[in-house]
T-cell receptor, first 115, second 113 residues
């Protein structure tokens, strides 16, 4: 089954304690992205990756890091989490076609609470 | 830069009512337009899409037409069901914007039996 898998689904942690949210896709997609969803703001892009070893900042990258060492994986790293990073996070992937815009496939989300 | 504006919710309808959720966009290039749906506790799923002007996307009884002259992509359904209760997101993706996807704020729909 084609899917994007995020882990963990829920996490409560404390300020300053480094955490990683993993994301894996089994569709051989080139493009992967991380979003955060906050009430009234829709989805805002944190980072994206067009392919292995190629990453770039989205609209709200501050406080986050990513890596793309393998095509299927795109972990999101919070080196020193703060309460304003409490949010619902989604990983997404899509195939890349230079001639058209492809829809994205989303994971089920990770709810992070930073105390 | 590119942006998407959709009507604020929540929208509350009775079963079998007609649904319209308005969406307008601004873009420098020629974007593709999407509607995604998010059911409780789940990620977003593609509902329908349109890639050029006058295209009509449709799925599960939902429709939206890409109107370049009014820069709109309104979502419609003739008869909603309780199972349609969800959050709906309008989005655009623009090659000229680096294939980045821009989402609207989302519109929550409640359908009462």
């Amino acid at each position: 089954e084609a899917q994007v898998t995020q882990n963990p689904r829920y996490l409560i942690t404390v300020t300053g304690k480094k955490l990683t949210v993993t994301c894996s896709q089994n569709m051989n997609h080139e493009y992967m992205s991380w979003y955060r969803q906050d009430p009234g703001l829709g989805l805002r892009q944190i980072y994206y990756s067009m392919n292995v070893e190629v990453t770039d900042k989205g609209d709200v990258p501050e406080g986050y890091k990513v890596s793309r060492k393998e095509k299927r994986n795109f972990p999101l790293i919070l080196e020193s989490p703060s309460p304003n990073q409490t949010s619902l996070y989604f990983c997404a992937s899509s195939s890349f076609n230079p001639d058209s815009n492809q829809p994205q496939h989303f994971g089920d989300g990770t709810r992070l609470s930073i105390l | 830069g590119d942006s998407v504006t959709q009507m604020e919710g929540p929208v509350t309808l009775s079963e079998e009512a007609f649904l319209t959720i308005n969406c307008t966009y601004t873009a420098t290039g020629y974007p593709s337009l999407f509607w995604y749906v998010q059911y409780p506790g789940e990620g977003l799923q593609l509902l329908l899409k349109a890639t050029k002007a006058d295209d009509k996307g449709s799925n599960k009884g939902f429709e939206a037409t890409y109107r370049k002259e009014t820069t709109s992509f309104h979502l419609e359904k003739g008869s909603v069901q309780v199972s349609d209760s969800a959050v709906y997101f309008c989005a655009l993706s623009d090659r000229d914007g680096g294939f980045k996807t821009i989402f609207g704020a989302g519109t929550r729909l409640f359908v009462k039996a």
